[in-house]
């Protein structure tokens, strides 16, 4: 039997059980258990996204959309102006860094760009698990972590990159957190996701944070843009391709942006950008409406650390979905008696199935699906017989399916608010949907979940149009390019 393990960027794991010792019990389930049937049914009911739910969505995204460029705080939807009013060209040059904070990694990244004809001569990054603790410490703490991975990175420079004399390193900072954006190169938390609870930093320009931990590293760089993962998704994949229209990240948290037109931004005070677009970041893991949710899915938000916050997110993203399989697994086994007599002790614990877990299960398609019962038992301590084991699958199949048609359609949602504005915008030609995260590249169940679902919603002549397309790690080269965009130094790109 083969099955694909998945790939280290959404976690990885031991195929193969090491022991088979007894696994520890928790309690014994009710005596008068009730059949698993009922509540799988349920389960599936209350997470269907039959079409109307999807229309709904995707209507309710768009008019949320609306909302929050109208005025700030208008929707669930902040609509946060970016500050970045062009896109790479192509023609940007010389030595820049990139640094990448957003979710379990932290990545540091050099790029030397030539130019038109040129373009990537080379580039270089490293990366580094943030450690837990750090997710709860303190600002400092954590920046500081930070800028020593950055003053050690910079150190190894050499071989193709070049910085001209007399100049700075110009870094292009991806904070993948909401932040209201003050200008190009600063803005304020607003506040933490993804399970960060650091203390001190919201409220406060993450770009003064860090330009701290720099002079206290003694490391001489500056800051040159400040920006979202979605936007660095969508300035890398633009560089590429002029099509691009829409970034999206569907990693441990997600978020969309999307290039915008100036004039469609009510709440847009001052002086409007040349270009007369500019690009949003919708924010949109903090969207509610209209939402299938289940009793799980209340429950793992009542527990969690921002309560009745980040509910898309909460529904659709990497961080979330092996929890929620979880909280069903551990229904099915107390009340129906799914895996036998007893409920393993670790099945109680939170977060302890992972959505890369729930990916490996889904990948196992032989019939006495042995990997899927050597998963349960590793990660949660579960004996399986085969009709347990399909029920598993099921139950994470209900999950991932929600997941990636909600997804879709809030795809279609943010399409739909552009083509309205202006017909023919996006549908009557060729337009790029920018993917990137771990969810999306390594989950193919969840992939074919969101294209179907964003097929079904806008039928197969206009989704021709439409091509959604993984790019890889644009996002840190798009910050890098943006750094080069807003240089302090003269250029001529
Ligand atoms: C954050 C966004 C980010 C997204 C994907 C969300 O939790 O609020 O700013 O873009 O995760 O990393």
Request: aromatic share 6%; with cysteine; proline share 3%.
């Amino acid at each position: 039997m083969s099955v694909t393990a998945s790939p280290p960027a959404v976690g990885s794991f031991c195929l193969h059980r090491s022991h088979r010792g007894t696994a520890r019990v928790r309690m014994a389930v009710r005596s008068n258990a009730v059949s698993v049937a009922p509540i799988l049914t349920k389960l599936q009911k209350d997470c269907a996204t039959p079409l109307p739910v999807l229309r709904h969505v995707a209507d309710a995204m768009a008019a949320d959309m609306r909302g929050g460029l109208a005025v700030d705080g208008g929707s669930d939807l902040k609509m946060i102006l970016s500050y970045v009013n062009s896109l790479p060209s192509g023609n940007e040059k010389g030595l820049f860094y990139a640094l990448d904070l957003g979710g379990t990694n932290f990545r540091v990244l050099r790029v030397q760009l030539g130019g038109k004809d040129e373009r990537v001569i080379d580039t270089e990054f490293e990366q580094v698990s943030i450690p837990q603790e750090l997710m709860f410490g303190t600002s400092e703490e954590l920046f500081d972590f930070i800028a020593s991975g950055l003053a050690k990175f910079a150190q190894k420079e050499g071989g193709k990159f070049h910085l001209p004399r007399g100049r700075k390193r110009e870094i292009g900072f991806t904070f993948s957190f909401p932040v209201k954006q003050t200008s190009i190169d600063s803005g304020i938390l607003m506040k933490w996701t993804k399970g960060f609870a650091v203390s001190g930093t919201a409220g406060k320009d993450v770009v003064a944070c860090l330009n701290e931990a720099m002079e206290r590293q003694k490391l001489d760089m500056r800051v040159s843009a400040l920006v979202n993962d979605t936007v660095g998704t969508l300035a890398g994949a633009r560089y590429w391709d002029d099509d691009v229209m829409v970034a999206v990240i569907l990693g441990t948290g997600t978020n969309a942006c999307y290039v915008e037109q100036v004039d469609a931004i009510p709440k847009l005070q001052g002086p409007k950008s040349l270009s007369g677009r500019t690009i949003i970041n919708t924010e949109w893991g903090a969207f509610s409406k209209g939402l299938p949710l289940t009793e799980f899915d209340r429950d793992m938000d009542a527990a969690s650390i921002n309560l009745g916050e980040q509910i898309f997110e909460k529904t659709i993203s990497g961080m979330y979905l092996g929890e929620i399989a979880r909280r069903v697994l551990l229904k099915l086994a107390e009340a129906g008696a799914l895996f036998g007599e007893a409920v393993p002790e670790k099945l109680t614990t939170p977060f302890i199935l992972r959505t890369p877990d729930l990916c490996a299960m889904q990948q196992d398609n032989s019939n006495d699906m042995k990997a899927v019962e050597s998963i349960l038992y590793d990660v949660a301590g579960v004996e399986s017989n085969l009709s347990a084991r399909k029920i598993v699958i099921e139950v994470c199949d209900t999950i991932v399916k929600r997941g990636g048609r909600l997804a879709g359609a809030g795809i279609v949602g943010i399409l739909q608010k552009m083509e309205d504005d202006a017909k023919g915008i996006v549908f009557g030609k060729r337009t790029v949907v920018a993917m990137d995260g771990g969810l999306y590249e390594h989950y193919p169940q969840y992939r074919r979940y969101l294209q179907d679902a964003v097929t079904e919603l806008l039928g197969l002549e206009i989704s021709k149009n439409v091509v959604i397309e993984h790019s890889k790690d644009g996002s840190g080269i798009g910050a890098a390019l943006l750094a080069a965009a807003n240089s302090q130094y003269e250029h001529d790109f």
